[in-house]
């Protein structure tokens, strides 16, 4: 059976391509004609585009042909090769990844191989194009809102989805705030007793005993219930600016468009703006709950917390070691044995030579480690993936450059190879940024080099990678790490 099928065939004036015979109309005419015959199509149509350049969707012949597929007459396009529909990667991407399918056209570019009717065609893989297509739109995309959401915050718009508790969205003017009536008296009393010297915890379980509704309960109009009051929730109400009048924004953001994980933004890049809104407390009030935060924050860790506290152990009788300290310096003795004296012959370990004890071995093992590898609990997947793809399109990039420059007496194929030398030029650059972008598995991985440097090393780090450490009779130490041995192949 005969498929019908639409030709389109198109010649710019200005780029260069009247070069040959090969490209004049007439000779794509010819060549579609041929191919038709051999392949079993008759030709429904020709659409032709006589002097128009590729790098936009503005020609007759082409709208005429949109037109067609619209109406339904049209169920296969042929084209001489993907340049003669477009030589603009995200329209003539959009068209053949979009467009085309959604229409369920049979789109086929003979010279470049691709059959979207044959699932095994060769030049279906346009990976190159896809790849470039997708991932340059959707970053396009992000890009543009996010520049235009800024834009907004800058402005004093509020543009969240969700009011500050304590305000609702002006239902008559859209991006202002305005006092929810039945919450602003909440966070007018959190700072209230807040500057009378009440504690974020008490202010939380006062509120949780007065059943009033936290900020999730009453987002979810009392679905969600949760119902107690935790303790962030009143320091972010005690630490937001937006009560004083003065709208604050752009204080989390979304990783990247492929990441939709929110993060904190570092405070020097918050967006306030003053005076946007009615207050609900006054800017001293404010200043006054800054200030208090700063004098009264208890240190979350005491200070006389050792480096290895809770991680030494009696060889004997399995009992926590206690530090104890004896003039200038700091013991490790068996807690069971100072207890109960006789109870355990009694361990005394210098705590400065069980830390040096440790850390000469992890530094003896740290060679050759990877830091990640110290880290197994945080996956960096994405990263990794990033990384594979960039290395694979720069391969690509110098595969295609490399026939670029291969194909100097074939103008006609050498400018096909440049154009995918282009696609994959971008794939790489928006890799490159997306790898050098801050993440915050960097941070992770900068302490974990830190530690392999083994400059002063932090509780938490020495935390996450010794399990235990043993003291045994003869003073002697075993170490129990949380990673495995890297000089042992598994
Ligand atoms: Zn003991």
């Known amino acids: 059976m005969m498929e019908p099928a639409a030709l389109y065939l198109r010649l710019s004036q200005e780029d260069g391509e009247r070069w040959g015979e090969s490209q004049s109309i007439s000779n794509q005419r010819i060549f579609l004609t041929q191919y038709c015959q051999a392949n079993g199509f008759t030709v429904a149509e020709c659409y032709i585009d006589d002097g128009y350049t590729g790098t936009n969707f503005n020609r007759p012949g082409f709208q005429r042909l949109l037109r067609d597929i619209e109406r339904g007459k049209i169920k296969t396009v042929i084209t001489k090769d993907l340049s003669r529909l477009g030589r603009d990667y995200i329209e003539t991407g959009r068209y053949v990844e979009c467009y085309f399918p959604e229409k369920g056209i049979r789109y086929i570019a003979v010279n470049d191989g691709v059959d979207t009717g044959k699932e095994e065609s060769a030049g279906n893989d346009m990976s190159a194009f896809k790849a470039v297509f997708n991932d340059f739109y959707a970053r396009d995309v992000s890009r543009k809102v996010r520049s235009a959401l800024t834009a907004k915050r800058r402005a004093g718009e ?4 969700w009011a500050p508790y304590g305000y609702q969205k002006d239902p008559k003017q859209p991006g202002k705030l305005v006092p929810d009536p039945e919450s602003a008296g909440v966070v007018r009393r959190i700072y209230r007793d807040f500057l009378k010297g009440e504690s974020v915890r008490g202010i939380a379980e006062g509120l949780t005993e007065d059943k009033i509704p936290t900020p999730m309960e009453k987002r979810s109009g009392g679905l969600k219930a949760q119902r107690r009051w935790n303790e962030s929730t009143i320091r972010r109400i005690l630490t937001c600016e937006t009560y004083a009048g003065n709208l604050t924004q752009n204080q989390s953001k979304t990783i990247s468009y492929k990441v939709k994980k929110r993060i904190p933004v570092p405070k020097k890049e918050w967006i306030v703006v003053s005076n946007t809104h009615e207050p609900l407390i ?12 700063k004098t009264r924050s208890s240190p979350r860790e005491p200070k006389d917390r050792h480096l290895l506290s809770g991680l030494v152990f009696c060889g004997d009788c399995g009992s926590p070691m206690t530090f104890v ?16 004296p006789g109870s355990c012959k009694t361990h005394c370990v210098r705590e400065d030579e069980v830390e040096r004890t440790l850390l000469d071995s992890l530094r003896k093992l740290s060679e050759g480690i990877q830091p990640q590898s110290l880290y197994p609990e945080f996956p960096r997947k994405s990263r990794e993936l990033a990384a594979r793809e960039l290395r694979s399109a720069k391969e690509q990039l110098e595969f295609y450059r490399r026939a670029g420059r291969d194909s100097e007496n074939f103008p006609n194929i050498q400018r096909q190879f440049l154009s995918y030398c282009e696609l994959w030029q971008r794939k790489v650059d928006a890799l490159e940024e997306e790898l050098t972008a801050e993440d915050p598995q960097d941070r992770r991985e900068m302490a974990a080099r830190e530690l392999l440097r083994f400059e002063r090393p932090g509780r938490t780090t020495i935390q996450a990678l010794v399990k235990k450490i043993v003291v045994c009779g003869d003073k002697s130490l075993e170490l129990y790490f949380s990673f495995p041995d890297p000089r042992i192949t598994p």
Not at 327 to 334: I, N
């Open 158 to 161: 509020f543009i969240g989805a």
């Open 325 to 340: 300290k004896d003039g200038p310096r700091t013991y490790l003795v068996c807690s069971s044995s100072r207890r109960y």
């Open 282 to 293: 006054t800017k001293e009030e404010f200043q006054m709950a800054q200030q208090l935060f």
